[in-house]
């Protein structure tokens, strides 16, 4: 499960790609933490053009995210959500707890 990352001031860029699906969330989950943990960022934006497919397991993602940045006070945007990954992520309302763009 492949990411890149993009780092602009104190804001940090993460296009998520492939399937996020129980086989992949465990890896994406590692390589955020560690991009997170390593630049600390005031901002955080997911980019989600790259994703074919994703399931509760994303979910699952971006609340970790989420936890994560609140400890340092930073804030998670979630962008070009893909049709089916919206559909999950407005069934479980996470536009509740993440901003959704």
Do not use: C, Y
């Not at 990954?85 to 536009?95: F, N, P, T």
């Amino acid at each position: 499960m492949p990411i890149t990352v993009t780092s602009r001031d104190s804001a940090l860029t993460i296009a998520l790609s492939g399937e996020i699906d129980h086989h992949g969330a465990r890896e994406m989950m590692t390589q955020l933490d560690q991009a997170i943990a390593e630049r600390l960022p005031a901002q955080l934006v997911l980019d989600m053009s790259g994703v074919a497919f994703m399931d509760s397991s994303g979910i699952a993602v971006l609340l970790r995210a989420r936890r994560q940045l609140a400890h340092s006070g930073g804030i998670l945007r979630v962008v070009n959500i893909p049709a089916q990954a919206r559909r999950v992520l407005d069934a479980a309302g996470i536009g509740r707890l993440i901003s959704l763009d």
